[in-house]
């Protein structure tokens, strides 16, 4: 009876165990549950990583791979174990990277982009300019584009290869605003006197610019001002006619200029006769004299300028429109009616010349067709409002004819073969300076020569050769 309630009593204390670590356990969860959780429903804990450590390898180049710290961190700042952060966000820990050795210095190089324009640090900082008194300028910020590129053909790099041995120039730098000014003129300038002596008419008064804007100002205001005026009513016959002006005729020459040409020297020649010039010498030199002046007025056909005359015609009109005397109109001011002016010549070409050889005169099958000119020549300049000259020169697409056109000369690029893997250079480029002086990146230094060279040579040789057989 003692052994069977004693083994009663030892399952319900282990039964009730059971239930205290059930109860114990369902509550950590709950409380782990909550701990790792915000009020937002996102984990406390999340990845936090360091730099990127340097590039490591055995050869120069894109061969290499660096790697940084990946931890675990609570939302509070302390590091914990890597099981509480999300598995599937984890960052990597090391990445494929450019291994740069001291003879890249002479293939990468910084490219600078222009500086852009001063923008305002106030517009800048809280997105609109603001009102402002401007007392000596306004502090601004410029920026421009910084980036390592490839020396050989400019494409971009890693901007890690050329802070290897240079720091990344500045992105940004201070810049100072001037004020704006605004336009600044000067005072107006006295009325005018009325443009009409009687009835309405017109009167201005104009001022200049003494400051432009500059930087942004107020443009300038207007210049000129008209005001209409009244000096009196017209009375007589001077508010009743007026003056009506017509267009210019075309330039002409006068109709009997020739004539008059030819008129005078026949006078000329006949007055010799008359005066009984007989002295043949005395006549030869004047008539060697009028020689030379005409020879001298036809120096230049190209530029053969003869002035002329324009007419127009001005009319007393009477206020109802019908012509009138010009004595009654006043004439104090009346405008010219002749002028002289130069006669306008359009400009003469001569016919086009036979066209020229083709500039081909081998065969090339890149580039198979050349080109043949024609040319013209002036006979006489465009002068005053005459028409311009044509175009003096034009071509057209050819190609080598006949038979037996010799292939063209072409040329190509020929190396020698690499020479042996030399040291030296590179250790004579290392920087001395540096206290992390380690082995030689990557190796060695090949050299090979480079030179030009007539591809063709030998068939051209042969097809000359075989010409001069034939001849």
């Not at 006295?190 to 432009?212: I, Y």
């Not at 050299?447 to 001069?468: F, G, I, K, M």
Request: net charge positive.
């Amino acid at each position: 009876m003692g052994l069977g309630w004693r083994g009663a009593g030892t399952l319900r204390k282990r039964t009730e165990g059971s239930w205290y670590l059930l109860v114990t356990v369902l509550l950590l969860c709950g409380f782990w549950k909550v701990h790792t959780q915000t009020d937002d429903g996102k984990s406390v804990y999340f990845w936090e990583t360091g730099p990127w450590g340097r590039c490591m390898g055995s050869d120069c180049g894109p061969g290499g791979s660096q790697s940084r710290a990946v931890w675990c961190a609570h939302v509070d700042g302390w590091t914990t174990l890597h099981t509480n952060c999300d598995q599937d966000q984890r960052p990597s820990n090391q990445r494929n990277c450019f291994r740069v050795c001291d003879w890249h210095k002479d293939l990468y190089d910084w490219k600078l982009g222009a500086w852009n324009e001063c923008v305002p640090v106030s517009a800048r900082t809280f997105g609109a300019p603001r009102p402002f008194v401007c007392s000596g300028g306004e502090e601004g910020i410029q920026t421009r584009e910084v980036g390592c590129i490839l020396k050989s053909d400019g494409s971009p790099a890693e901007d890690a290869i050329c802070e290897y041995f240079e720091p990344k120039p500045r992105l940004e730098q201070a810049c100072l605003i001037p004020c704006p000014q605004d336009c600044v003129v000067s005072e107006y300038s006295p009325w005018t006197s009325c443009s009409k002596t009687c009835g309405t008419g017109l009167r201005n008064r104009v001022r200049s610019v003494l400051v432009p804007p500059l930087f942004g100002g107020a443009i300038c205001p207007n210049l000129t001002e008209f005001q209409s005026c009244k000096p009196g009513p017209c009375k007589g016959p001077e508010g009743m006619y007026s003056l009506r002006v017509g267009p210019w005729t075309p330039c002409a020459l006068p109709q009997t200029r020739s004539a008059r040409q030819v008129k005078r020297r026949k006078g000329k020649g006949g007055g010799l006769r008359e005066r009984g010039v007989k002295d043949p010498e005395t006549r030869e030199l004047i008539q060697k004299k009028r020689t030379r002046n005409r020879l001298n007025r036809q120096e230049s056909p190209f530029w053969d300028i003869q002035v002329g005359y324009q007419t127009r015609e001005v009319t007393c009109i009477h206020r109802n429109g019908s012509a009138m005397a010009r004595n009654l109109c006043t004439l104090r001011d009346s405008p010219p009616t002749v002028q002289s002016c130069v006669l306008p010549k359009d400009c003469q070409v001569t016919d086009w010349t036979d066209w020229g050889p083709c500039s081909k005169t081998c065969v090339e099958p890149k580039s198979p067709r050349g080109t043949r000119t024609r040319s013209r020549q002036v006979l006489q300049f465009p002068v005053g409002e005459g028409v311009e000259c044509p175009s003096l020169e034009e071509s057209k697409p050819c190609e080598p004819q006949g038979d037996g056109v010799p292939p063209c000369a072409n040329y190509t690029w020929r190396t020698t073969e690499w020479s042996d893997c030399r040291m030296d250079l590179l250790l004579s480029q290392q920087d001395r300076r540096r206290s992390n002086l380690t082995g030689l990146c990557g190796g060695g230094l090949q050299t090979r020569e480079v030179y030009c060279v007539q591809a063709n040579a030998e068939l051209l040789t042969y097809l000359n050769d075989l010409r001069h057989k034939e001849k």
